[in-house]
């Protein structure tokens, strides 16, 4: 199979590169080359989806599948008619970050209520405006192709240095601060997974919606798998909410978050979705603990990136918590 991959120089676009190219199909990654390199055996196209004409070298060839990652609207509407023709499987990597709702638990992609999509003169994206923008270029793609909304995408290779935290604050070992509470859910895909399953789409045509992650697991099942993994020797002090808020503690991802992390029960839903459908599609997910070691090894080799609490900030946040109740004690009025 022909396959063009508009991205490719940039983690899960390169793993389905990688995917593609080691299961016997001819590559092409088309890019402006600016992100990192491409998978080996594919081949490179460099393109500018910004422009007008951007498009161009790719002008005369033919594919049998094409796999859009953008985030742009105006990128994906140009990509769609310059290349989208009959007998063409089209993939487009979209994200949960669709959905209208976050709180209610087991919502399923041919179901759940989407955010109002950007206008149409909307061409670029932000992080602010992401799931709409998202929702905006699903609706450019069409319904007859294979959307994959994508959540939290873990393992090698992460730019985002967001699911590498946990295996890198793991294998220090010693007391971690863990939040909220072990029956908490954590659901997330590695990307190997994902690109292997985006892969096998393209392979058997496969269209509709799908929700492109992992069945989702409880936190303190996360955590211990991973620890086991790497053979680290943790405790988990686990911290609720309104005691991480107070310590500012952020959300999710970047500096002074715990990673992965969502406020409950605004997020009940977020990391809880019905994966169901993608299973029985052919999508499966590797044990946490694989991703962890792989990651860690992955962090190790290539001095990748990390975010979140730094090991002072977590130490401080701990100190706090252990000295709450003396505080509390401390500032009682005496009988
Ligand atoms: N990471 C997560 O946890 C997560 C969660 C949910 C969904 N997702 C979705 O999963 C996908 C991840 O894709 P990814 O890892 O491959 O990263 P990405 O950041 O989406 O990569 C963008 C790709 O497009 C190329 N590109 C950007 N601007 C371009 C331009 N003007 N012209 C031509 N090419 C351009 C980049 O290469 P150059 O810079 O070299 O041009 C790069 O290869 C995205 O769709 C994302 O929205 C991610």
Request: with cysteine; net charge neutral; charged share 20%.
């Amino acid at each position: 199979m022909r396959i063009l991959i508009l991205g490719g120089s940039q983690f899960l676009g390169r793993a389905i590169a990688s995917h593609a190219c080691a299961a016997g199909h001819d590559v092409t990654c088309a890019a402006r080359g600016l992100a990192g390199p491409i998978a080996a055996g594919a081949r490179f196209v460099r393109i500018d989806r910004d422009v007008a004409d951007g498009l161009t070298p790719l002008t005369g060839e033919t594919f049998d599948a094409v796999v859009d990652v953008s985030r742009h609207p105006g990128q994906v509407r140009r990509a769609v008619a310059a290349l989208k023709r009959p007998g063409v499987h089209w993939t487009f990597v979209s994200t949960v970050s669709v959905y209208a709702d976050n709180r209610i638990p087991g919502q399923r992609a041919d179901s759940a209520p989407l955010r109002e999509p950007v206008s149409a003169d909307i061409a670029h994206s932000t992080d602010a405006i992401y799931g709409a923008a998202k929702v905006a270029c699903e609706q450019a793609v069409g319904s007859d192709a294979f959307i994959c909304r994508a959540g939290l995408i873990a393992g090698p290779e992460d730019p985002t240095g967001r699911f590498a935290y946990w295996p890198a604050r793991l294998a220090r070992g010693g007391e971690v601060l863990a939040p909220g509470s072990p029956e908490d859910a954590v659901q997330l895909i590695d990307v190997r997974d994902l690109a292997q399953w985006i892969v096998h789409a393209a392979e058997v045509r496969l269209t509709s919606i799908y929700d492109g992650i992992g069945p989702a697991r409880s936190r303190g099942e996360f955590l211990a798998e991973c620890a086991s993994a790497l053979d680290a020797s943790c405790t988990f002090t686990w911290v609720d909410r309104a005691f991480l808020e107070a310590h500012d503690v952020r959300r999710w991802a970047g500096p002074r978050s715990l990673p992965l992390w969502l406020p409950l029960p605004d997020f009940d839903g977020f990391m809880t979705r019905d994966t169901s459908p993608a299973r029985e599609a052919g999508l499966t997910a590797r044990p946490f603990a694989a991703t962890a070691r792989d990651t860690l090894h992955w962090l190790r080799a290539s001095n990748g990136p990390v975010v979140g609490l730094s090991a002072d900030e977590e130490g401080a946040v701990l100190s706090a918590w252990h000295a709450r109740g003396v505080t509390a004690a401390a500032i009682r009025p005496g009988p």
